[in-house]
């Protein structure tokens, strides 16, 4: 019976020696620690204050004093004493081909006349009108008591030339001188107008000396008549 409670209690301590080598084994040593959780928490980042004040720079002050120029010190300068040498005198003034000369030379005196054209009837001018063959004018000077007149016709090309009496010269019976206008060869284009004097008497406009023991010419108009009757 004793050898039976030694056999039972070396069994039991086999069996505890087992189970104690059993929890070595299962335990490691030293123990893990427990992970640290990964949300780890961050505090946030103080606000940032970006709103920089700038200060507005100061202000400018751009307006330069200028001190007026001094005043200007001019030394009076005397005139120089005035010259004792004569201006030229002035040149004469070219002669005007339109003068009458002051020669004593018979004269003569040109021109041409026109039909007028029924377009431009009513308008003081000869623009498309046609030269007026047959047509009588005359030369009419009042250089004495008893007027002198010569009358002369027109040849094909409407021209006329006239020589006044021997008594009537350049150097006083010129201007005195006046072209009219007398008659007209068609009865369609008879009546005379006053273009440049057809009616009350043209004036001469001196041309040139022909030659100083022959005549000097003058020249008028030209001169026109107008038809007596135009389509309307």
């Not at 029924?118 to 003081?124: A, I, L, M, P």
Request: proline share 15%.
């Amino acid at each position: 019976m004793a050898l039976f409670n030694v056999l039972l209690a070396i069994q039991l301590t086999l069996v505890i020696m087992s189970m104690s080598t059993v929890d070595s084994h299962n335990q490691v040593w030293p123990p893990v620690s427990a992970p640290v959780p990964s949300h780890i928490h961050v505090s946030p980042p103080p606000p940032s204050h970006n709103h920089h004040h700038v200060s507005p720079p100061p202000p400018s002050h751009n307006h330069y004093h200028v001190s007026p120029p001094p005043p200007s010190h001019n030394h009076h300068v005397s005139p120089p004493p005035p010259s004792h040498i004569h201006p030229p005198a002035p040149a004469p003034s070219p002669m005007n081909v339109h003068h009458h000369p002051h020669t004593r030379s018979p004269i003569a005196v040109q021109g041409v006349v026109y039909c007028k054209s029924c377009k431009y009837v009513k308008y003081d001018t000869i623009w498309g009108a046609t030269p007026l063959s047959g047509a009588v004018v005359k030369l009419q000077c009042n250089n004495s008591k008893k007027p002198t007149i010569v009358k002369a016709k027109t040849d094909k090309n409407g021209y006329f030339f006239l020589q006044a009496r021997k008594e009537v010269t350049t150097y006083r019976s010129s201007h005195k001188c006046r072209v009219f206008l007398v008659s007209s060869p068609l009865s369609s284009c008879n009546t005379p107008t006053n273009f440049n004097g057809g009616l009350t008497g043209a004036f001469l406009k001196y041309e040139k000396q022909q030659d100083p023991t022959h005549f000097s010419l003058f020249t008028v108009g030209p001169l026109a008549f107008a038809p007596n009757k135009c389509p309307k």
